[in-house]
């Protein structure tokens, strides 16, 4: 089974701080995904990677970055938290194009206060 | 770009009762479709797809869907509901050519009482 690794279940951050979320793949994924979940939103695309250093904006990438330095790793990066971004951040995987299903890690909650 | 409307938020039903939630999305010329599941305190995992060939599409835990092209729905449906399908349901629609993401619908949360 893939598994997908989040870092983290629960952070608390300041406004201002920047905050690292880390996900891990151990299947060869091509692809890695990060999406917020919030209520009533579903969920909604902030980047993705289809290969080592490669990067591209989702829906809503404002405020946020990421690094993949390695095909099992891909880090969303908060440059300066705010309080809009307390959610629920779900990082994804998959092989191969679009009819690959998603593999997702458990999910990290963020507060940010 | 791709759009996925799941009409009801909330649906409410009884133990053992017939379920449908509905998923409706916009028109491209072909598409990959998705249903997953999110249980309490969990990430989502993939309960059934529709790839191409027969439209009624079998899932785990009993689930099927059924893909309409002409009216560009994949509805999700279990016959019998338990208390342990209590979760939140995603639909989920990608283009069928080349490289696309996801686009997921707002959920449908499933409250299965007794």
């Known amino acids: 089974d893939v598994k997908v690794t989040q870092s983290s279940r629960y952070l608390v951050k300041r406004t201002g701080e920047k905050v690292f979320l880390e996900c891990v793949q151990d299947?060869?994924?091509?692809?890695m995904f990060w999406y917020r979940q919030d209520p009533g939103l579903g969920l909604r695309l902030i980047y993705f990677?289809?290969?080592?250093?490669?990067?591209e904006k989702g829906d809503i990438p404002e405020g946020y970055s990421v690094s993949r330095e390695k095909k099992e790793r891909f880090s969303l990066i908060l440059e300066s938290a705010s309080t809009n971004q307390t959610s629920m951040y779900l990082c994804?995987?998959?092989?191969?194009?679009?009819?690959?299903?998603?593999?997702f890690g458990n999910g990290t909650r963020l507060t940010v206060t | 770009a791709q759009s996925v409307t799941q009409l009801d938020s909330q649906v409410p039903v009884f133990e053992e009762a017939p379920v449908e939630l509905r998923c409706n999305y916009s028109?491209?010329?072909?598409?990959?479709l998705f249903w997953y599941v999110q249980y309490p305190n969990q990430g989502l995992q993939l309960l059934l797809k529709?790839?191409?060939?027969?439209?009624l599409v079998k899932g785990i835990n009993g689930f099927e869907a059924e893909f309409n092209k002409s009216q560009t729905s994949f509805h999700l449906r279990k016959p019998s509901v338990h208390i342990s399908d209590t979760a939140e349901y995603f639909c989920?629609?990608?283009?069928?050519?080349?490289?696309?993401?996801?686009?997921f619908g707002k959920g449908t949360m499933l409250l299965v009482s007794p």
């Open positions: 989920a629609v990608s283009e069928g050519s080349g490289y696309s993401t996801l686009t």
């Open positions: 990677s289809y290969d080592v250093k490669m990067k």
């Open positions: 994804a995987s998959s092989s191969g194009t679009g009819n690959s299903p998603l593999h």
């Open positions: 529709y790839l191409s060939g027969s439209t």
């Open positions: 028109s491209s010329v072909s598409v990959y």
């Open positions: 299947m060869d994924h091509e692809n």
